[in-house]
Each structure stands twice: as C-alpha cells, then as structure tokens.
C-alpha cells in the first residue's frame, strides 16, 4: 500500500487547509480495511499525533493542540482520507504526513508511530502570522 498526501500550502493564521491521502497498491481496497491517522513533524521536533479514525469510521481522536479545530474523515466511497484543519496557526507549522495500519481492532484508535505500517511522504503546511 503506497499513501500520498497532498493539499498542504501557506495559508495566513486564521485560515483553513485541507488535506487529503489517497491510497494505492494492490492489496488496497478501501479505507475501511485500515485503520488512519495524521502525524505531523515541525522543525526541530519529533513526529507527533494529530488525528486519527478507527476501520469503522465510528471511533475518532484528536491531538488536544487541535481539538475543535481539525476533523478527520473519509469521502464517501473511502478512497481518501481528509483532514480539514481550520483556525490555523503558526505553531500547526508543519509536514504532516497520513499513515494506516491493517493491524488491531475495528474500533480502536492508534496514536502511535510504531502501530501504523504504512506512511506517506508528507505535505508541508506553512502558517504566516
């Protein structure tokens, strides 16, 4: 399963992005058979948690630095991944990268690095104050 993240940008505090991840390989169907996350590394720090969603679509969980602000979700024939992120600013400055794991149950959330095997290349965002 390869992952391409895409939609990142400069975009002034306040602003919105949207970011997407498309899958492809030939063991990939749909989303529905992974699990999903949103990571993202800022300069000089380590790679941490945004978002994630379970297989189920049902179970979902935000980093705090984002609640209320950034929703996870899928389009409705689950061939993308999106992350809406609104209210940006600077400290979301970032490349963030989509990840999904075919491992654990159909409802949990990972929120670790170590639970996902797949990981895309990563899409900058750049927020201007």
């Known amino acids: 399963v390869q992952l391409q993240a895409s939609g990142g940008g400069l975009v002034q505090a306040g602003g919105s992005l949207r970011l997407s991840c498309e899958a492809s390989?030939?063991?990939?169907?749909?989303?529905?058979?992974?699990?999903v996350g949103w990571f993202r590394q800022a300069p000089g720090k380590e790679r941490e948690f945004v978002a994630g969603?379970?297989?189920?679509?049902?179970?979902?969980s935000y980093a705090d630095s984002v609640k209320g602000r950034f929703t996870i979700s899928t389009d409705a024939n689950k061939y993308a991944v999106n992350l809406q992120m609104n209210r940006l600013n600077p400290e979301d400055t970032a490349v963030y990268y989509c990840?999904?794991?075919?491992?654990?149950?159909?409802?949990?959330?990972?929120?670790?690095?170590?639970?996902?095997?797949?990981w895309g290349q990563g899409t900058q965002v750049t927020v201007s104050s």
């Open positions: 990840a999904a794991t075919a491992r654990g149950t159909y409802n949990s959330v990972y929120k670790r690095m170590d639970d996902y095997q797949y």
């Open positions: 390989g030939l063991t990939f169907r749909t989303f529905s058979d992974y699990g």
């Open positions: 969603m379970s297989r189920s679509t049902r179970a979902f």
